[in-house]
Structure formats: structure tokens, C-alpha cells
């Protein structure tokens, strides 16, 4: 790749990133052993690292500082930008650059009942070097990781993960290991995470890099600073891939269990010599492993997976990992999935719901909108609030939500009309409709064009389970 002395604009970047992206992925698919050296001039090169600019400064934590008070989102100008990165450019090459620590910052823990999770905050340079890394490794390792993990993944996303609990689940795959790894992000045994780069990363300054950002540290906010002897802190853009490529260990394991016994015809005739057979549907750290057999043969798999996690330094909580039946039914991504009969028929059906958990969250998050008092309008309120349920009827839209969505309809009419009634007291029903509800069917709260969202003419449908033909971005690009 060219270096030339004038700093790249970013879509000629990018269209060259996106080449060299395709030849790692390409050669890492074409041999599988293959060990890759000479990475890091990649991560310092300029076309490298002008795009990771763009995703450091696209990032929805670009406003937020670490322990240097550089926010990225204000460095604005393009020449501090230019400057910014060719700095981090000459560090890199004269190998000078350290990583900081990050700054831990405690964030709600999403429908947990007011528990935080840590999130560690690296610097703008760090992010920026981070993602450079993020964009050599991850299609070389996207060429080894299996079909069944989809979380932080190119191209999937968490309805993949459910669709295809919903198709084993249709399977005969009814009973279900529901397991939790227990501080996941913070316990990871760096050397095992190093060891299994090396399976593919040959370049020992790329692998030396990484380690300095697992060793770089966690300063509190009392300003104190203490050691990451194991673990990769939640927050760092590279921390999902990495996750990813330790917790490929599961994933290997058992889809060798699963390759082992060929096709289905002979997977077949080993349950019926009473053996079983088992699928793995993996999300980042949140993991199902599904079992077409007997009740036994899943509460053996603790056992099993606890030899799986224990040489990466974690392993399973003991309060949240639990054997079930799909009939009983199980949360998963957000999630209810449960098989039932169908309604007039003696037939029985696998459906996904939104669960108990996730509606709670969504109507707890209404309630505290529409608690506020104050001098904000009617419009004001609708925006964030369509906001808010938009985003999670879009993500619950494929399933059977039909019901959950009148509910949440009528939930939010009567919070935002009572909010209507305390912005105002004394006003009469009619005066309330006339000045702040529409008069299509339904009486729906309005303000300057914005009105209410409709949760219930979301429409509903089903995800199809796309098994093993989701393409990697770099495998499209291959045939464009």
C-alpha cells in the first residue's frame, strides 16, 4: 500500500482498506494455518488509520474523555485531525506509543434493577489504535470463527442468534443448558487470549501491542490506578474481538462434537443408540447450548464446559446457569422462547416473545420520561419518547409481539395523557383532547407534527434463520 506524503481523505482510505481487508480474509480462508507476519505496518499506515478515525469519531462514546480529557468528537478541524494522526503515526513507527489507563466508569446494568456494570474508557489515541487493530484482525480471524457466535460480528446480529434457537428448538432440540459466565470481560486469562492470536498473528509487535492494552490498567475515579493482570475492560473497541477470540474455544468444541458425527442421518443413529447431539448458539459471553436428548446429557454439560472455560481463567455462575426444558421456556437476548400448543389445534409451536425482563425495561424507561415535570413541551417529550420505544419495537418486531405491542400502545397513551394532566391541573377531558390529542382514531397526543409512535402498527414478522450462508463483508466484496 502506498504511503505517500499527503494525508489520505478518507473514501480513497476506506476503498483501500476495504482491498487489503479482502486479500487478509481471503488468504486466512485459503489457508487455515497460516500464521500472519508484517501486520503492524498495517496498523500504522495512514489509509488504516484514517478510517479507524472515522469509527472512533462515528462512535456513539466519542463524546465521552479517558484519563487524558481529549474528547474525540471536538477535535474538529481537519488539520488537528491530520496532526492528531500523524502523531500517532510516528509513535507507532518508532515504537514510543504506550497505552493509558482507561477510566472506569460505572453505567446501569440494562434491566437489572439498578446494578452497574464497569466500563473501562481508553484515550482518543488508544480508540484510534485499537480500531486500526480492529480493522487487520478481525478478517483474519473472521476466516476461523464458527458459524454459531453471532454477537459483535460483521453482518450478524442477535435475531440470527434467536432465529436459529427457534429452528433447533423446532428440531427436537429441546432441552437447554442456559448459561451465564460469571465476570466474563473482566477474567480473562490474558496468556490464553495471547496464545490463541498467535494461531493466526505472527507478528510479534502486533501481539506485543495488544498486550500493553491488556496490561495498560484502570484508573477509578478517586484517580487511583491498579493493574488488569487478567481480563479486557468493557468499552475498548477492540474488546468484543477479542472476547470473541478467546471464547472461539467454546464455539471449536463443540461444533467438533457436532462435525463428529457427520450428517444428519448419522446424528440420527447415534441418539438412537442413546448418545446425544448438541448445538451451541453463542452472543458474545451469553451462550445456549441446546441438546437433542435426554435431561442427563444437559446437566452433564456443566462439567464439560467448566474444562472449556477453566484454561481461559473463567468459568460458569453457579446462581445463573441453568438446565431447562424448552417447554418451561428461557430468556435469551431480550427474548422469551418457549414451546406452546397453538391455540385450537393440538399442535405445538416454538414462538419468541418479548420477555417479562425486556417490557419492564421499556415501560420503566416510559414511566421515568413522563415523571419529569418541568418546562419542557408536549414535543419535547414525544421525541424522546418515540425515540426510545421505536428502537425497541424495531428489535422485538420479529417474533410474536403483536400483543406485547398493544399493551405497550396503550401503556404509553395513558402515561403521556396523565403527564398532559399534571402539566396542567385542572383542565377538563375535553379541553385536553381538543388542545393536545389528534382526532384520527384513538385520540393520539400530538405537538408541532410530532406525534405519538404507534407500537401497534409495527408490523410484525418472522426472521429467517440464514444457517451458514451469512457472508463475511470482505467475502461480498471478493464478488463485486
Not at 132 to 137: D, E, G, K, R
Not at 158 to 176: L, N, P, Q, R, S
Request: hydrophobic residues 40%.
Amino acid at each position: 500500500m502506498n504511503t505517500g506524503d499527503l494525508w489520505p481523505d478518507p473514501d480513497g482510505a476506506w476503498l483501500r482498506v476495504r482491498r487489503m481487508q479482502t486479500k487478509l480474509h481471503q488468504w486466512a480462508v485459503g489457508d487455515p494455518d497460516r500464521r500472519f507476519d508484517d501486520l503492524y505496518n498495517l496498523v500504522h499506515h495512514p489509509d488504516f488509520l484514517t478510517v479507524a478515525w472515522e469509527r472512533v469519531r462515528g462512535n456513539k462514546g466519542a463524546r465521552t474523555a479517558g484519563v487524558d480529557r481529549v474528547i474525540p468528537a471536538f477535535i474538529a478541524a481537519d488539520a488537528d485531525i491530520v496532526a492528531f494522526l500523524k502523531n500517532t503515526r510516528e509513535q507507532l513507527k518508532a515504537r514510543t506509543f504506550t497505552p493509558l489507563p482507561v477510566r472506569e466508569r460505572m453505567i446501569p446494568k440494562p434491566g437489572s434493577g439498578g446494578k452497574l456494570r464497569r466500563l473501562g474508557i481508553p484515550t482518543a489515541m488508544d480508540r484510534l489504535v485499537q480500531a486500526a487493530l480492529v480493522l487487520v484482525l478481525e478478517p483474519i480471524f473472521e476466516a476461523s470463527f464458527k458459524p454459531v457466535s453471532y454477537g459483535f460480528r460483521p453482518e450478524r446480529r442477535a435475531h440470527d442468534a434467536i432465529a436459529e434457537v427457534h429452528h433447533f428448538g423446532t428440531k427436537g432440540y429441546h432441552w437447554v443448558l442456559d448459561a451465564d459466565i460469571e465476570a466474563c470481560f473482566d477474567n480473562i486469562a490474558h496468556s490464553a487470549l495471547l496464545e490463541r492470536m498467535r494461531r493466526r498473528v505472527g507478528d510479534k509487535r502486533v501481539l506485543a501491542l495488544v498486550k500493553a492494552f491488556l496490561k495498560a490498567g484502570i484508573m477509578s475515579a478517586d484517580g487511583e490506578t491498579r493493574d488488569t493482570n487478567t481480563g479486557t475492560p468493557q468499552g475498548g473497541i477492540a474488546s468484543p474481538l477479542l472476547a470473541n477470540i478467546a471464547l472461539s474455544a467454546l464455539d471449536e468444541h463443540f461444533c467438533a462434537k457436532w462435525d463428529a458425527h457427520g450428517n444428519g442421518g448419522r446424528r440420527t443413529a447415534h441418539r438412537r443408540r442413546g448418545g446425544a447431539t448438541y448445538r451451541i448458539v453463542r452472543y458474545a459471553d451469553d451462550f445456549l447450548i441446546m441438546v437433542c436428548g435426554a435431561r442427563a446429557h444437559a446437566d452433564a454439560l456443566w462439567e464439560e464446559v467448566t474444562a472449556v472455560l477453566a484454561p481461559l481463567g473463567l468459568r460458569l455462575s453457579v446462581a445463573k446457569t441453568w438446565v431447562c426444558h424448552i417447554d418451561e421456556g428461557l430468556d435469551f437476548l431480550g427474548f422469551h422462547i418457549q414451546r406452546r400448543r397453538k391455540k385450537g389445534t393440538s399442535e405445538h409451536y416454538v414462538y419468541t416473545y418479548p420477555s417479562k425482563k425486556a417490557l419492564a425495561s421499556i415501560t420503566g424507561k416510559v414511566r421515568a420520561m413522563t415523571n419529569k415535570r418541568g418546562q419542557r413541551t408536549l414535543a419535547d417529550l414525544l421525541r424522546q419518547l418515540n425515540s426510545a420505544v421505536r428502537g425497541w419495537c424495531y428489535y422485538f418486531r420479529f417474533g410474536s409481539s403483536t400483543a406485547t405491542f398493544h399493551y405497550l400502545d396503550d401503556f404509553c397513551w395513558r402515561r403521556v395523557t396523565l403527564w398532559l394532566r399534571k402539566q396542567h391541573p385542572g383542565i377538563d377531558w375535553r379541553t385536553l383532547r381538543r388542545r393536545y390529542l389528534t382526532g384520527e382514531p384513538g385520540w393520539r397526543p400530538a405537538e408541532d407534527g410530532i406525534m405519538l409512535f404507534v407500537p401497534q402498527r409495527v408490523k410484525v414478522t418472522r426472521y429467517r434463520w440464514r444457517g451458514y450462508s451469512i457472508p463475511t463483508p470482505w467475502a461480498r466484496a471478493a464478488t463485486v
